[in-house]
Structures are given as C-alpha cells and as structure tokens.
C-alpha cells in the first residue's frame, strides 16, 4: 500500500502519534495489560515497544522494576504535554462531520474517534488485548482510562439505546467475554471510510447506503396500481414538501413480482433522491443479513436530520439473509419493526422517508405496534385476499398479487 506522505505505517496521519502513545500508556499502565508487557528480561512486544520510543526490546539495564518506572515516566511527561487530536486531518474531519450530522455528544465523537484509530493501529491494538477477555463493564473502564474520561460517562455512551448503539456505529457484545477487537464491533466498512478523503459525506459510506439504479420502467408499466399510485405520490410529495416525519411504506409481495423496480419508478416520477442498502459485498457476493440491518439503522441516523431523500430496504427474512428467527423476534421486542402475526416468511421492500418520532403502524394482519418511525422492518406472512390494493395503500402497505 503507497501511504500518504503525512501518514505513519498504521496509514493514519503521522500527527495521531502523540495521542496513540498517551492511549496505549494509559492503557498499560492503569490495567493490568502491562504484566503481559513487561517481561523478565525483554519488553514482550517489540512493536508496542517501539512505538512507545525503544528501538530494542530489551534496551540496556533492563529489569521489570526499571521498565516499570521508564513507563510511569513516560506517561507522566505525555499527560504534562497533553496532546490533541489533529483536527485538520481526514479522520478528524470526518468523524465531525458525521457527529454534527448525527448529533453524537463530545464522549460519543471520542468514542467513536478511538475505535477508528484502533481499527488502523496494530500495536495499539496489541495492548488493548493484553487486557484480556472483558465484560461490558470492564469494556468501559478500559475505554474511560484510555480517554480520561468518567467511566459513568462511558457507560451512557455505549448504552444500548444510545446514539451510537441506535445507529449501528459502534456495538459492544454482551454474549461472552471476549478480547477488545471481538467485544467491541465498528459499522462494517466505517473504519476504512473515515480515514479517506470524500467531497460528500455520503460517499464516505459507499459500503453501507449507495444511490439506486435509475427504473428501467416507468409508471406506465404499472396500469393496475393507477389509484395506488396517485395515492403514494401525493403521500411522498407532501412528507417531502412539507418535511413530514413518520413517512413508511411497505411493498409487499412474492419474489420477482416488480416490486423494487415499481419503487425506484415511484420516487423517480417524485422528483426525489432514491438510497438503498447494498444487497452485495463490493466483489458481488451476498452481504450478510445482520450487516444490512446495521447498515439500515445507521443510514435512517445519517439522513434522517437532513431530510429529501428516500431511503430502500429490500428484504426477505430468513431465506434470503439467513437472519435467525429469535434475532428477529429481539429486533421485534426492541420496537424496530412491525411484529407479525405469524411467523415471518417474507419482507419485500419497504420505502421509507426518514423520521424521529414515534408513530402507529397500523396493517392488516399484523398487531399494531409501536414503533420508531423510520425503524419500521414490516414483516407480514399475508394479507387477507379480499384487502384491496387502496385498503393496503391507506394502510401503507402495497401487496403485488
């Protein structure tokens, strides 16, 4: 890899050296991680050693008592000199622009910063696992060290229904005790988006929401859903003219039936901006269930303060993303989408105009739930036969017979 000329082998800036040191002393030093560093004889890790000023890691009059005290030094004189991230470089800029979209708070964007950095900086990496297996409390006292900050503080912050957790930034695995780069989980792609230059802050997130292909039809081609469609058109036209919040629509049939080319022909003829999440990895294989769902959420946090765009989900559960059945049904208890009746079996396509509030979705053959608006995954196994296509259009559900 050719790497810019103002950045370090880690690919990052050369200025985020004085913080990564401060990071990785801090974790050393106020863990128990630097017992695996310090040896008997040798720093046990020549690479964490190097990055931290040694060029060998057993330096001259080395002893455990000798490295202990160069260490606290060390630390010592970089909490004295109190370096700062460097806020005109591509990483930094990037994570602000993304918090004042968002809305993320100081400790959310420091968060957030880190685990970027981490993503990027082997040997960082590196101390962060001599910490061991963590918890999530022990997750928030390691970052609350690292960043000198209330680990209460932390804990709000990586809170589940917190603005990072919420928008699929950042997410901590509460399944097990695992090492920090298992525990702690980045948006997939964000990592590699952040540290790369972009005139758009949308195109920072091409792995997560890209824009549709233009229709290949038109309205026209669709004669039967002629009333359907003044219907959702009005309905678009006015959440976009007049910046509703807790626009959702579902477009619900079987495979094949034209139901995401009906879409991108609906909101072309609105005159808006179409986004849809990837069904695809970037070499064309199929993208994993759990990664769209995450690239959903966050996509609604990115777009929904900004408004005038509309936003494809197209999925069928279970057959096609391999999303497990209980996965589902804790999506469904954490009100992030519409609970069925029956077991799921499809989810077509749901056209959503993005919200903040709480609205009631009402379909048939399906409870009505509470739910975020612009969180709403409807999944439905049927709707009656003798519903009509208007009947499902006011309910905003389409079903393509």
């Not at 690292?146 to 957790?165: E, I, M, S, W």
């Not at 976009?240 to 003829?269: S, W």
């Amino acid at each position: 890899m050719i790497l810019p000329a103002d950045a370090d082998a880690s690919g990052l800036d050369e200025r985020y050296a004085p913080v990564v040191r401060l990071w990785t002393l801090r974790a050393l030093m106020r863990t128990n991680a630097v017992s695996a560093f310090v040896g008997e004889h040798r720093f046990q890790d020549v690479a964490v050693a190097r990055l931290l000023g040694w060029t060998d890691a057993a330096p001259p009059g080395y002893s455990e008592v000798w490295a202990l005290k160069e260490l606290q030094d060390r630390l010592s004189a970089l909490e004295l000199e109190a370096p700062e991230l460097p806020a005109d470089a591509v990483l930094s800029e990037n994570i602000t622009g993304l918090a004042a979209r968002i809305g993320l708070t100081d400790i959310e964007r420091d968060l957030l910063h880190l685990c970027a950095v981490r993503r990027h900086h082997d040997q960082f990496t590196a101390v962060l696992e001599m910490v061991g297996p963590l918890t999530r409390g022990s997750v928030c006292r390691l970052l609350a060290e690292c960043l000198d900050r209330p680990v209460q503080a932390v804990q709000a912050a990586l809170a589940p229904r917190g603005n990072l957790c919420r928008a699929a930034l950042l997410s901590v695995d509460d399944g097990d005790r695992y090492n920090f780069p298992m525990k702690v989980d980045m948006l997939y792609g964000l990592a590699e988006g952040l540290v790369q230059e972009h005139e758009d802050l949308l195109d920072l997130f091409n792995r997560v929401v890209v824009g549709s292909p233009p229709p290949r039809l038109g309205l026209g081609s669709f004669p039967h859903l002629a009333e359907d469609i003044a219907i959702l058109r009005g309905l678009l036209g006015g959440a976009m003219r007049a910046h509703t919040q807790g626009v959702n629509v579902l477009i619900h049939g079987r495979p094949g039936t034209g139901k995401t080319e009906f879409v991108r022909a609906l909101v072309a003829a609105c005159g808006v901006r179409l986004l849809e999440i990837p069904c695809e990895e970037l070499g064309g294989g199929p993208r994993d269930g759990g990664k769209r769902f995450k690239s959903f959420r966050f996509a609604q946090s990115l777009l929904g303060s900004v408004g005038g765009d509309v936003l494809l989900f197209d999925k069928e559960i279970e057959r096609r993303t391999g999303i497990a059945r209980n996965t589902i049904k804790s999506w469904l208890r954490r009100g992030q989408m519409v609970e069925p009746k029956y077991p799921p079996r499809v989810v077509a396509s749901k056209l959503a105009a993005y919200a903040d509030q709480t609205i009631r979705i009402s379909c048939p053959s399906a409870r009505t739930a509470e739910a975020p608006s612009g969180s709403v995954l409807a999944i439905l196994s049927s709707i009656p036969e003798n519903e009509t296509l208007l009947h499902a259009a006011q309910a905003g559900i389409v079903k393509f017979r």
